[in-house]
Protein backbone atom coordinates (compact mmCIF):
# COMPACT_ATOMS: atom_id res chain seq x y z
CA UNK A 1 0.00 0.00 0.00
CA UNK A 2 1.07 3.53 -1.00
CA UNK A 3 1.51 6.67 1.39
CA UNK A 4 -0.74 9.44 0.46
CA UNK A 5 0.45 12.87 1.05
CA UNK A 6 -2.75 14.81 1.08
CA UNK A 7 -1.14 18.06 1.38
CA UNK A 8 0.65 17.57 -1.89
CA UNK A 9 -2.95 16.06 -2.86
CA UNK A 10 -4.41 19.75 -2.23
CA UNK A 11 -1.30 21.86 -3.20
CA UNK A 12 -0.85 23.31 0.24
CA UNK A 13 1.72 23.65 2.83
CA UNK A 14 1.69 21.35 6.13
CA UNK A 15 1.32 24.19 8.73
CA UNK A 16 -1.74 25.64 6.22
CA UNK A 17 -4.78 26.99 7.78
CA UNK A 18 -8.53 26.13 7.55
CA UNK A 19 -9.13 28.74 5.65
CA UNK A 20 -6.62 27.99 3.06
CA UNK A 21 -7.19 24.53 3.20
CA UNK A 22 -10.56 25.28 2.57
CA UNK A 23 -9.44 27.55 -0.86
CA UNK A 24 -7.42 25.25 -2.02
CA UNK A 25 -10.46 22.52 -1.81
CA UNK A 26 -12.42 25.14 -4.09
CA UNK A 27 -10.32 25.62 -6.48
CA UNK A 28 -9.55 22.25 -7.03
CA UNK A 29 -12.86 20.87 -7.05
CA UNK A 30 -13.90 23.64 -9.73
CA UNK A 31 -11.56 22.72 -11.71
CA UNK A 32 -11.63 18.65 -11.42
CA UNK A 33 -15.39 18.45 -11.20
CA UNK A 34 -16.39 15.55 -13.65
CA UNK A 35 -19.39 17.52 -14.14
CA UNK A 36 -17.50 20.45 -15.64
CA UNK A 37 -13.70 19.31 -16.07
CA UNK A 38 -12.30 18.38 -19.61
CA UNK A 39 -9.36 16.82 -17.82
CA UNK A 40 -8.64 13.61 -18.80
CA UNK A 41 -8.36 12.33 -15.12
CA UNK A 42 -10.84 14.38 -13.73
CA UNK A 43 -12.88 12.03 -11.53
CA UNK A 44 -9.72 10.13 -10.06
CA UNK A 45 -8.04 13.33 -9.66
CA UNK A 46 -11.31 14.75 -8.06
CA UNK A 47 -11.70 11.39 -5.97
CA UNK A 48 -8.14 12.35 -4.44
CA UNK A 49 -8.83 15.86 -3.66
CA UNK A 50 -12.33 15.07 -1.90
CA UNK A 51 -10.28 11.91 0.58
CA UNK A 52 -7.25 14.83 1.13
CA UNK A 53 -9.91 17.08 2.16
CA UNK A 54 -11.65 14.63 4.13
CA UNK A 55 -8.71 14.52 6.23
CA UNK A 56 -6.84 17.58 6.53
CA UNK A 57 -10.61 19.78 7.03
CA UNK A 58 -11.16 17.52 10.13
CA UNK A 59 -9.33 18.91 12.61
CA UNK A 60 -9.13 15.42 14.51
CA UNK A 61 -7.96 13.35 11.61
CA UNK A 62 -5.57 15.82 10.20
CA UNK A 63 -3.85 15.54 13.74
CA UNK A 64 -3.93 11.74 13.81
CA UNK A 65 -2.20 11.95 10.14
CA UNK A 66 0.41 14.87 11.09
CA UNK A 67 1.09 12.62 13.67
CA UNK A 68 2.86 10.13 11.32
CA UNK A 69 5.48 12.77 10.81
CA UNK A 70 7.29 13.16 8.11
CA UNK A 71 9.05 9.66 8.24
CA UNK A 72 6.59 9.18 4.62
CA UNK A 73 6.95 10.84 0.98
CA UNK A 74 4.21 10.30 -1.48
CA UNK A 75 3.81 6.79 -3.28
CA UNK A 76 6.48 5.31 -0.49
CA UNK A 77 5.61 1.82 1.06
CA UNK A 78 3.16 1.98 3.87
CA UNK A 79 1.57 -0.29 6.85
CA UNK A 80 0.47 1.57 9.84
CA UNK A 81 2.24 0.64 12.94
CA UNK A 82 -0.09 -1.71 14.72
CA UNK A 83 -1.09 0.94 17.50
CA UNK A 84 -1.47 3.77 15.34
CA UNK A 85 -4.21 5.78 15.94
CA UNK A 86 -5.14 4.27 19.29
CA UNK A 87 -6.79 6.91 21.34
CA UNK A 88 -7.52 9.27 18.91
CA UNK A 89 -10.66 10.19 18.50
CA UNK A 90 -12.40 11.12 15.23
CA UNK A 91 -15.75 12.87 13.76
CA UNK A 92 -17.88 10.39 12.05
CA UNK A 93 -18.08 12.62 9.41
CA UNK A 94 -16.34 13.03 6.12
CA UNK A 95 -17.96 16.01 5.02
CA UNK A 96 -18.81 14.36 1.57
CA UNK A 97 -22.34 12.86 2.37
CA UNK A 98 -20.75 9.37 2.43
CA UNK A 99 -18.24 9.53 -0.51
CA UNK A 100 -15.62 7.78 2.20
CA UNK A 101 -16.71 4.97 0.50
CA UNK A 102 -14.76 5.13 -2.57
CA UNK A 103 -11.87 6.23 -0.47
CA UNK A 104 -8.54 5.11 -0.77
CA UNK A 105 -7.25 1.88 1.27
CA UNK A 106 -4.69 3.71 2.91
CA UNK A 107 -7.82 5.68 4.04
CA UNK A 108 -9.44 3.11 5.49
CA UNK A 109 -6.10 1.93 7.40
CA UNK A 110 -6.21 4.57 9.05
CA UNK A 111 -9.88 5.97 9.52
CA UNK A 112 -11.87 2.82 8.63
CA UNK A 113 -14.73 3.69 6.46
CA UNK A 114 -18.00 5.06 7.73
CA UNK A 115 -20.54 7.63 6.07
CA UNK A 116 -21.44 11.03 7.01
CA UNK A 117 -23.30 10.64 10.48
CA UNK A 118 -27.30 11.27 10.84
CA UNK A 119 -27.84 14.83 12.19
CA UNK A 120 -24.42 16.18 10.02
CA UNK A 121 -25.26 19.34 8.19
CA UNK A 122 -26.98 22.32 8.42
CA UNK A 123 -29.49 22.72 11.37
CA UNK A 124 -32.02 25.55 9.69
CA UNK A 125 -33.26 25.69 12.85
CA UNK A 126 -34.48 22.14 13.57
CA UNK A 127 -33.61 20.03 16.30
CA UNK A 128 -30.79 17.67 15.43
CA UNK A 129 -28.67 14.57 16.85
CA UNK A 130 -25.26 15.37 17.05
CA UNK A 131 -22.76 13.11 14.84
CA UNK A 132 -21.24 9.70 15.46
CA UNK A 133 -17.84 9.95 16.85
CA UNK A 134 -15.13 7.18 16.30
CA UNK A 135 -11.73 5.75 18.09
CA UNK A 136 -9.70 2.63 18.28
CA UNK A 137 -8.40 1.95 21.37
CA UNK A 138 -6.29 -0.75 22.80
CA UNK A 139 -6.78 -3.25 25.55
CA UNK A 140 -4.92 -6.18 26.95
CA UNK A 141 -5.68 -9.83 25.62
CA UNK A 142 -6.61 -10.93 28.80
CA UNK A 143 -9.44 -8.46 29.53
CA UNK A 144 -11.96 -10.06 27.36
CA UNK A 145 -11.54 -13.19 28.75
CA UNK A 146 -13.35 -12.02 31.83
CA UNK A 147 -14.72 -8.49 30.61
CA UNK A 148 -13.14 -5.43 33.21
CA UNK A 149 -13.77 -1.92 33.12
CA UNK A 150 -11.14 0.68 31.80
CA UNK A 151 -10.12 4.13 32.13
CA UNK A 152 -9.53 5.05 28.40
CA UNK A 153 -8.27 8.38 27.65
CA UNK A 154 -9.15 9.41 24.20
CA UNK A 155 -7.89 12.74 22.56
CA UNK A 156 -9.14 15.00 20.02
CA UNK A 157 -8.76 18.19 18.21
CA UNK A 158 -11.02 20.60 17.82
CA UNK A 159 -10.44 25.00 16.19
CA UNK A 160 -9.79 27.26 18.53
CA UNK A 161 -11.63 31.06 17.91
CA UNK A 162 -8.42 31.85 15.68
CA UNK A 163 -8.95 28.68 13.25
CA UNK A 164 -5.90 26.96 15.22
CA UNK A 165 -5.53 22.99 16.20
CA UNK A 166 -5.79 22.77 19.64
CA UNK A 167 -5.85 18.78 21.17
CA UNK A 168 -8.13 18.03 23.72
CA UNK A 169 -8.50 14.87 26.26
CA UNK A 170 -11.05 13.04 27.94
CA UNK A 171 -10.54 10.32 30.40
CA UNK A 172 -14.07 7.49 30.15
CA UNK A 173 -14.78 4.75 32.06
CA UNK A 174 -15.22 2.11 29.53
CA UNK A 175 -16.45 -1.55 29.91
CA UNK A 176 -14.97 -4.40 28.18
CA UNK A 177 -17.35 -6.93 27.57
CA UNK A 178 -16.31 -10.88 28.41
CA UNK A 179 -15.49 -12.27 24.67
CA UNK A 180 -14.98 -9.28 22.54
CA UNK A 181 -13.25 -10.25 19.41
CA UNK A 182 -10.79 -7.58 18.00
CA UNK A 183 -12.33 -5.19 15.31
CA UNK A 184 -15.49 -5.24 17.17
CA UNK A 185 -16.53 -2.06 18.20
CA UNK A 186 -17.97 -0.81 22.00
CA UNK A 187 -20.96 1.82 21.46
CA UNK A 188 -21.07 4.41 23.84
CA UNK A 189 -24.76 6.33 23.62
CA UNK A 190 -24.13 10.01 23.74
CA UNK A 191 -20.51 10.15 23.87
CA UNK A 192 -20.13 11.56 20.15
CA UNK A 193 -21.12 14.98 19.14
CA UNK A 194 -22.92 17.42 20.72
CA UNK A 195 -26.44 17.79 18.78
CA UNK A 196 -27.62 21.29 17.47
CA UNK A 197 -30.46 23.49 18.17
CA UNK A 198 -30.93 20.96 21.51
CA UNK A 199 -30.76 17.61 20.01
CA UNK A 200 -29.22 14.55 21.49
CA UNK A 201 -25.14 14.22 21.57
CA UNK A 202 -24.60 11.46 18.72
CA UNK A 203 -22.74 8.35 20.13
CA UNK A 204 -19.21 6.84 20.18
CA UNK A 205 -18.19 3.90 18.63
CA UNK A 206 -14.75 2.58 19.81
CA UNK A 207 -12.99 0.28 17.55
CA UNK A 208 -11.16 -2.68 19.92
CA UNK A 209 -7.31 -3.89 19.08
CA UNK A 210 -5.73 -5.89 21.31
CA UNK A 211 -2.07 -4.08 22.77
CA UNK A 212 0.69 -6.23 20.65
CA UNK A 213 1.87 -8.58 22.82
CA UNK A 214 4.92 -10.87 21.65
CA UNK A 215 3.45 -14.07 23.28
CA UNK A 216 0.29 -14.23 21.54
CA UNK A 217 -1.09 -13.41 18.45
CA UNK A 218 -5.01 -14.55 17.71
CA UNK A 219 -7.28 -15.48 14.44
CA UNK A 220 -10.85 -14.24 15.33
CA UNK A 221 -11.20 -16.26 18.83
CA UNK A 222 -8.46 -18.60 18.04
CA UNK A 223 -5.12 -17.70 19.66
CA UNK A 224 -1.79 -18.86 19.02
CA UNK A 225 1.18 -18.86 21.97
CA UNK A 226 4.76 -20.24 21.17
CA UNK A 227 5.48 -22.13 24.77
CA UNK A 228 9.36 -23.17 25.04
CA UNK A 229 10.30 -26.48 26.65
CA UNK A 230 13.56 -28.23 27.47
CA UNK A 231 15.13 -31.25 25.55
CA UNK A 232 14.31 -32.96 27.84
CA UNK A 233 10.73 -32.15 28.40
CA UNK A 234 10.53 -32.60 24.45
CA UNK A 235 11.70 -35.69 24.49
CA UNK A 236 10.73 -37.60 27.31
CA UNK A 237 7.07 -35.56 27.66
CA UNK A 238 6.18 -33.57 30.41
CA UNK A 239 4.05 -31.95 32.65
CA UNK A 240 4.33 -28.17 32.98
CA UNK A 241 2.56 -25.03 33.76
CA UNK A 242 1.81 -22.70 30.93
CA UNK A 243 0.78 -19.19 31.36
CA UNK A 244 -2.51 -17.93 29.25
CA UNK A 245 -4.59 -15.05 28.87
CA UNK A 246 -6.65 -17.01 30.93
CA UNK A 247 -4.24 -17.48 33.89
CA UNK A 248 -1.39 -20.20 34.31
CA UNK A 249 -2.67 -23.63 33.68
CA UNK A 250 -1.38 -27.50 33.31
CA UNK A 251 -0.20 -29.00 29.94
CA UNK A 252 1.26 -32.40 29.25
CA UNK A 253 3.90 -32.33 26.65
CA UNK A 254 4.07 -35.45 24.40
CA UNK A 255 7.42 -37.10 23.99
CA UNK A 256 8.91 -37.25 21.19
CA UNK A 257 7.71 -33.78 20.95
CA UNK A 258 10.06 -31.29 18.52
CA UNK A 259 9.54 -27.24 17.74
CA UNK A 260 6.90 -26.42 15.99
CA UNK A 261 4.45 -29.11 17.69
CA UNK A 262 1.00 -27.73 17.84
CA UNK A 263 -1.19 -28.44 21.01
CA UNK A 264 -4.82 -27.51 20.71
CA UNK A 265 -6.92 -26.49 23.48
CA UNK A 266 -10.16 -27.04 22.79
CA UNK A 267 -12.34 -23.93 24.07
CA UNK A 268 -9.35 -21.80 25.73
CA UNK A 269 -9.60 -19.04 23.49
CA UNK A 270 -11.91 -15.77 23.07
CA UNK A 271 -14.74 -16.65 25.11
CA UNK A 272 -18.06 -17.12 22.76
CA UNK A 273 -20.75 -19.15 21.13
CA UNK A 274 -18.51 -21.22 20.43
CA UNK A 275 -15.76 -19.98 21.84
CA UNK A 276 -12.11 -19.94 20.70
CA UNK A 277 -9.72 -22.87 20.93
CA UNK A 278 -5.95 -21.87 22.47
CA UNK A 279 -3.35 -23.60 20.07
CA UNK A 280 0.08 -23.81 21.64
CA UNK A 281 3.11 -24.21 19.55
CA UNK A 282 6.22 -25.79 21.45
CA UNK A 283 9.88 -24.40 20.57
CA UNK A 284 12.51 -26.73 22.21
CA UNK A 285 15.03 -24.44 23.76
CA UNK A 286 18.74 -25.45 23.95
CA UNK A 287 20.47 -24.69 27.24
CA UNK A 288 24.11 -22.66 26.78
CA UNK A 289 27.35 -24.25 26.63
CA UNK A 290 29.04 -21.88 29.14
CA UNK A 291 30.21 -23.79 31.77
CA UNK A 292 32.78 -26.87 31.53
CA UNK A 293 29.78 -29.01 33.17
CA UNK A 294 27.26 -28.48 30.40
CA UNK A 295 29.96 -28.94 27.73
CA UNK A 296 30.67 -31.94 29.26
CA UNK A 297 27.17 -32.91 28.82
CA UNK A 298 27.03 -31.91 25.54
CA UNK A 299 29.81 -33.35 24.64
CA UNK A 300 29.14 -36.74 25.88
CA UNK A 301 25.49 -36.45 23.87
CA UNK A 302 27.64 -35.89 20.72
CA UNK A 303 29.30 -38.91 21.43
CA UNK A 304 27.10 -41.74 22.59
CA UNK A 305 23.81 -40.34 21.24
CA UNK A 306 25.12 -40.55 17.59
CA UNK A 307 22.40 -38.57 16.20
CA UNK A 308 22.24 -36.76 13.13
CA UNK A 309 19.18 -34.62 12.10
CA UNK A 310 21.06 -33.85 8.83
CA UNK A 311 20.53 -37.52 7.79
CA UNK A 312 17.07 -38.33 5.77
CA UNK A 313 14.96 -39.93 8.28
CA UNK A 314 17.06 -38.37 11.47
CA UNK A 315 14.03 -36.39 12.83
Known amino acids: MEFRDYYQSLGVERGASADDIKKAYRKLARKYH ?68 AFSDFFSSLFGRGGRPRGAG ?40 TGRTVTRERVLDVQIPKGLA ?26 VQFRPDARYRT ?10 VTPWEAALGAAIEVPTPSGPIQVTVPSGSQT ?26 LPAADTDKARKLYETMARELAFDPRRSGAA
Open 34 to 101: PDVSKEADAERRMREVNEAYAVLSDPGKRAAYDGLGHRYGAGQEFQPPPDWGAGFEFSGDSGHGGQDE
Open 122 to 161: PAGGRRLRGGDHRARILIDLADVYQGTTRAITLRGAQLDD
Open 182 to 207: EGQQIRLAGQGGPGVGGGPPGDLYLE
Open 219 to 228: EGRDVYQTVP
Open 260 to 285: GRKLRLKGRGIPGDPPGSLYLQLEVV
